[in-house]
Structures are given as C-alpha cells and as structure tokens.
T-cell receptor, first 113, second 116 residues
Framework: AQSVSQHNHHVILSEAASLELGCNYS??????LFWYVQYPGQHLQLLLK??????LVKGIKGFEAEFIKSKFSFNLRKPSVQWSDTAEYFC???????????FGSGTKLNVKP | DTEVTQTPKHLVMGMKNKKSLKCEQH?????MYWYKQKAKKPPELMFV???????INESVPSRFSPECPNSSLLNLHLHALQPEDSALYLC???????????????FGEGSRLTVL
C-alpha cells in the first residue's frame, strides 16, 4: 500500500543539537512534498515545500529538507535546535499521478533547554 | 494567529443533537477542506471544495454534511453522531483549487468535538 512513513515518533534533543527527522514515501512518479509543524496549542502551519527544482529546500526558522528521489525520502534538518522548536512535525506527500495526499504519522520533538 | 477561523473551538453534543461547525477565510482561497484528527494521529481528509463545489468526499458517513455557502465560508453539519466521532475537526484552505497538496494548506486551529 502507498504510504508516508515517519519512523521517529518521539525525539528528545538538547538545545544546540542538530536535528534530522526522516520521511519516506512509497509512491512512484511525480510528488509534491511538504513539512508541516504544529507548536503546542497552535494550528498546523507550513515549514517548507518541494514541488520541483533544487532538491534542497529552505524553509522558515532555519529548517531545510532534501528531496532524494532515488531513496523516496524528504528528510527535515536543522543544524542547531532551540527550545522553541518543541512541536510535532508532519511530513506530507501529494502523489500527483494518483491524486492522493497523505500526512505521515508525525514526530514529536522535545527540545530540552 | 491563523487566517482561517473556526468556530466553535469546543463543542459537546449528544448523539441525537444537530450542530454545525463553521470555518471562514478571507484570503481569497478557492479550495477549502475538512479534516478529522484523532489524538496522536495525523489529519485525515474528509471533504474538498473547489470553487464552492464539492469535489472530493472521502467516503464520509452521511451524518456529516458539508456546505459551502460562498467562497469564504465552509460549514460542517453534524447529526446523529456517534461517540467515536469525537475528534478535532480541522478546516484548511489553499490558494490553488484542487485536491490537497496541489498547493500549500492553511489550517485553522480546529473545533474539538465531544460526542456523548
């Protein structure tokens, strides 16, 4: 079955540590890729997106993600996390050929001050 | 603050009640969506409206009835719900009409529904 996988369900880091959250999908063909973030008590909001072009995408608040087509991956990275990055992070994929859009199961990030 | 406004923020209803959830956006977006999110799960798509017409219904039970009165408003009418329908109901809009993921989604804060 086609799916979006976020293997890390809960990540705990200290401030200034580097972050990498994994996202893999199983669709072939053309995809639009997204990372959304939900800070505690707030609405879901877009961190970054990839539609085409440079596979290294920069988003808000120092986040970036790299689309590796051969690995069906779109991992999220940040070189140095802050306490304010504590949130839940959702990867999302639109498989354009199938007209299907799915969220991953989410990764909860706790950053210790 | 989000530019997609949902009311009410919390709703408790009995299984025989009829209630409605409302969503409003003034960004000129032509696609609007209803999602359902259970605790510790990702949002699940329920309905898609493009240019005020229902374009996708993800096999949602008829006890949920969406309505799009105009390009800024989206309602979700609730009738004869079950306790398992308790969840956070999210509204989203997109500047790009079509299925979600065609463009960026802008989410509201959600309406937390409890069915007794």
């Amino acid at each position: 079955a086609q799916s979006v996988s976020q293997h890390n369900h809960h990540v705990i880091l200290s401030e200034a540590a580097s972050l990498e959250l994994g996202c893999n999908y199983s669709y072939g063909g053309t995809v639009n890729l997204f990372w959304y973030v939900q800070y505690p008590g707030q609405h879901l909001q877009l961190l970054l997106k990839y539609f085409s072009g440079d596979p290294l995408v920069k988003g808000i608040k120092g986040f970036e993600a790299e689309f590796i087509k051969s690995k069906f991956s779109f991992n999220l990275r940040k070189p140095s996390v802050q306490w304010s990055d504590t949130a839940e992070y959702f990867c999302a994929v639109n498989a354009l050929d199938f007209n299907k859009f799915y969220f991953g199961s989410g990764t909860k990030l706790n950053v210790k001050p | 603050d989000t530019e997609v406004t949902q009311t009410p923020k919390h709703l408790v209803m009995g299984m025989k009640n009829k209630k409605s959830l409302k969503c409003e956006q003034h960004m000129g977006h032509r696609a609007m969506y209803w999602y359902k999110q259970k605790a510790k799960k990702p949002p699940e798509l329920m309905f898609v409206y493009s240019y005020e017409k229902l374009s996708i219904n993800e096999s949602v039970p008829s006890r949920f009835s969406p309505e799009c009165p105009n390009s800024s408003l989206l309602n979700l009418h609730l009738h004869a719900l079950q306790p398992e329908d308790s969840a956070l109901y999210l509204c989203a809009s997109s500047p790009v009409a079509g299925p979600p993921g065609t463009g960026e989604l802008f989410f509201g804060e959600g309406s937390r529904l409890t069915v007794l």
